[in-house]
């Protein structure tokens, strides 16, 4: 599938997202970015739509490779696989520095209407800096995790890791060349190859809400099944 081609299939999940979460209530409003640190990981089709879409080029200037901040051991369909296998996986660290977004500027965010789905997918039902965490509906998170799924697996022949190592990477004209016509890259430090769905991860109480999802995201053909293994079928954990 042409780059093009996934860049509309992305653009029609984050609309399909948008609108499907505004049956929550979150406390979530312009000023609170509490959230809004450089532990962001994306795709690299997120980081393209970025790249093209951005009105002031410049501002790509200042996106460097992380220093401190997390950068994945596992992609997320990675760590799909060793669950359904039932494989024990090494612990991410469990803290990181919590320096500003490098999109973040005076408490308004860059790239909004751009934000990868890390971003866009990031609720909460609590005020995060008062209570520590995000508090966000269960079958919330299950719906997260099915769409990151999806969306690494749309992205086959791209990579995975935190959003500056990311978008360093494509600034650069060689990769973003050899990217787009879909070659093998040579991945620095940091950044994971995309793999493909092995299974759907949810709980038992969560199945219908899944099938629902799963049937909408296939009507905008946010995926192929016919290019999915046998193991995509639905499983529980």
Known sequence: MKPESKLEILKKIYNFYDNYVKKFVFICQPGCHACCTQNVLITSLEA???????????????????????????????????????????????TYPQLPCSFLVEGKCLIYSLRPFSCRSFFSQERCDLVGEAVVPPELLTVNLIIMQILEHLDDSGCYGNMND????????????TYLKGKKLSLTEGLLPNRPIPGFLYPPEHRKEVANILKQLKEIRAFDPTSLPPLVIPRIF
């Open 48 to 94: 393209l739509y970025i790249i093209l879409h951005l009105e002031n080029q410049k501002i790509l200037e200042n996106i460097k490779p992380i220093q401190k901040g997390l950068r994945p051991h596992y992609t997320t369909n990675e760590l799909a696989y060793y669950c359904l296998k039932k494989k024990d996986v090494s612990e991410e660290e469990e």
């Open 166 to 177: 990311v978008i360093s990477f494509l600034k650069d004209k060689t990769n973003l060349e």
